[in-house]
C-alpha cells in the first residue's frame, strides 16, 4: 500500500471514520458547498465554519489576514497552517477543549495545551490562568513556528498578541475566543499584529466562536495538508493562479 493510500485509511473528512459516517459527512459537505464557493482555500476555510456553526451566513464572518511565502492575499494562513502540518509542527491550544477537538489522525504534529502551565505567575500577577499559560509557553520558545489555536480566551488572545508584539512568531493563528468580554476585541487585537508582523491569522468578526470552531478551522489545515500530501492539492498557488488553474480542470472536464 502506498503512503498516498495510507493517509486515505488513516484520515477522514470531519472525523468519520464508518462508510455509513462518511456518507453523511459527505452529503452535509455538499449542501454547505451549495451556500458558500469552493474555488480557493479560504473557501475551505469558510465552508467549515459554516458546517461547524451550522449557519450559512457564517462564512461572511470569517477573516483571513497576514502574509506568508507567495503575498498576503486571504489564502495565505491556510497555506501557511497546511505547511505547517506538513513540517509537524507543534499545534497549541489554549484549553482542553480545544485540544480534545483536534484530530489526531492524518498528521504527525504533536498536540499540546497551554492550560495547566504558568500557575505561578498567575497568582502572583493575578492575570487569568489561560493568559499565564501562554506567557509561560512562550518563554520556553513554543509558540515560534507552531500552529496557535485559540478557542475559548480572549485574554490567551491578548497574551498570544502580545508576544507576536516582542517577536514570537507562530506559523498560523487560528484564534475564535468566544463570549461577551473582550471576545471580539481580543479577535481584533490578533488582526492587527497578523496584519502589523505579517502572521497569517484565521479569526471571525462577533461575539459567536468556541472551542468546536477553532478546532474545525485547525482541523481544515490538517485536510488541506492531507490532499497536498495525497496529490490532491497543489498548495503553492495565490488565488488568481488557483482560478486560472480552475479554469482549465473545467475546461478539460467539458472538452
Known amino acids: 500500500m502506498s503512503d498516498s493510500q495510507e493517509f486515505e485509511e488513516e484520515y477522514a473528512d470531519l472525523g468519520a471514520t464508518t462508510q455509513n459516517a462518511m456518507d453523511i459527512a459527505e452529503t452535509s459537505m455538499d449542501i454547505v458547498r451549495q451556500f458558500v464557493p469552493d474555488e480557493t482555500l479560504a473557501d475551505r476555510v ?14 461572511h464572518l470569517i477573516e483571513c489576514t ?22 509537524e509542527a ?4 489554549d ?8 484530530t489526531g489522525r492524518g498528521h504527525d504534529c504533536e498536540k499540546r495545551k497551554a492550560i495547566g502551565n504558568g500557575a505561578e ?9 489561560t ?32 508576544c507576536i508584539e516582542d517577536g514570537t512568531r507562530p506559523a498560523a493563528i487560528v484564534a475564535t475566543p468566544v463570549g461577551f468580554v473582550k471576545a ?27 472551542s468546536g470552531l477553532a478546532a474545525a478551522l485547525t482541523n481544515e489545515l ?22 486560472v488553474q480552475n479554469a482549465g480542470d473545467e475546461d478539460g472536464e467539458n472538452a
Do not use: C
Open 46 to 59: 469558510r465552508q467549515k465554519s459554516v458546517h461547524s456553526m451550522g449557519d450559512i451566513e457564517f462564512q
Open 131 to 162: 493568559a499565564a499559560s501562554v506567557l509561560e509557553l512562550d518563554k520556553q520558545g513554543v509558540y515560534d513556528g507552531a500552529i496557535a489555536t485559540i478557542g475559548n480566551a480572549p485574554t490567551a488572545a491578548f497574551a498570544l498578541a502580545d
Open 95 to 102: 484549553i482542553t477543549m480545544s485540544k480534545a477537538g483536534i
Open 121 to 129: 505567575l498567575a497568582k502572583k500577577t493575578g492575570m487569568t490562568r
Open 90 to 93: 507543534t499545534i497549541v491550544t
Open 222 to 243: 490538517i485536510h488541506v495538508a492531507k490532499d497536498v500530501r495525497t496529490g490532491k492539492l497543489e498548495l503553492e498557488l495565490t488565488p488568481d493562479e488557483r482560478a
Open 66 to 87: 497576514g502574509r506568508d511565502e507567495l503575498g498576503d492575499d486571504e489564502d495565505a494562513p491556510v497555506r501557511a497552517g497546511a505547511r505547517a502540518v506538513l513540517a
Open 184 to 210: 471580539e476585541e481580543s479577535r481584533q487585537r490578533i488582526r492587527e499584529v497578523s496584519e502589523a508582523y505579517d502572521v497569517p491569522a484565521i479569526t471571525n468578526v462577533g461575539r459567536r466562536g468556541g
